[in-house]
């Protein structure tokens, strides 16, 4: 799964039903900075106290659920593109 929020917000993630993990941007923080979460496919790092995290919480019939978590004040949009194997 890959993610924007904006220019200096970014994360490709994957997930399988037991593992998400991603490697996500965080210039908003610390220019040209990237690191590698587990626990989650999807992460936006605004400030150094504002983020939104997703991870992939139940795979359906017709898709899947992204459970999110929101850590103080984010603001704004994303997109988000994703790729589904079976």
């Known amino acids: 799964m890959g993610a924007t929020a904006q220019a200096s917000e970014a994360s490709i993630g994957a997930a399988q039903g037991t593992f998400d ?7 908003s923080v610390t220019a040209n900075a990237w690191a590698y979460i587990t626990l989650e496919c999807i992460r936006y790092k605004e400030s150094a106290t504002n983020e939104y995290s997703g991870d992939i919480s139940t795979f359906d019939t017709d898709g899947f659920t992204i459970n999110w978590t929101k850590t103080g ?7 988000h593109v994703y790729i589904a194997f079976t």
Request: with cysteine; aromatic share 8%.
């Open 21 to 27: 993990g991603c490697v996500v941007n965080y210039h």
């Open 73 to 79: 004040t984010p603001t704004g949009t994303a997109e």
